[in-house]
């Protein structure tokens, strides 16, 4: 499985992007995704994750209400909507995924638990 993330940007505080994941392969209805974000000096953090089926999605509490992920599995592809951007949303995201149809809660929100990665998009939003 490769993984391809894009959509990154520069954008003020307030504004939204729309991250995509494009998935390789066909086991992507197999897949659990996941989006994590890095900043330099501080581990990769968790921000959102989706089942194979598209529900339960899980979210970190400081993204809570302003950023959606969903999935197209007709087009292999997990977004990552976000809105009311703030200056402490800037980073590098990063797309995962993992090849199984369990989703545990608190798994699906560690990094240890994916077996794939993409490649990372910056988000830098200015205040």
């Known amino acids: 499985v490769q993984l391809q993330a894009s959509g990154g940007g520069l954008v003020q505080a307030g504004g939204s992007l729309r991250l995509s994941c494009a998935a390789s392969g066909r086991t992507f209805n197999s897949l659990n995704m996941g989006w994590f974000r890095q900043t330099p000096g501080k581990e990769r953090e968790f921000v959102a994750a989706?089942?194979?089926?598209?529900?339960?999605?899980y979210y970190a509490d400081s993204v809570l209400r302003r950023f959606t992920i969903s999935r197209d599995n007709a087009k292999n592809t997990v977004y990552l909507q976000m809105n009311s951007l703030k200056p402490e949303d800037t980073a590098v995201y990063y797309c995962?995924?993992?090849?199984?149809?369990?989703?545990?809660?608190?798994?699906?929100?560690?990094?240890?638990?994916?077996?794939?990665w993409g490649q990372g998009t910056q988000v830098t939003v200015s205040s």
């Open positions: 989706i089942s194979w089926s598209g529900s339960p999605t």
């Open positions: 995962s995924a993992k090849l199984s149809y369990s989703f545990p809660h608190v798994g699906s929100t560690g990094r240890g638990w994916y077996d794939y």
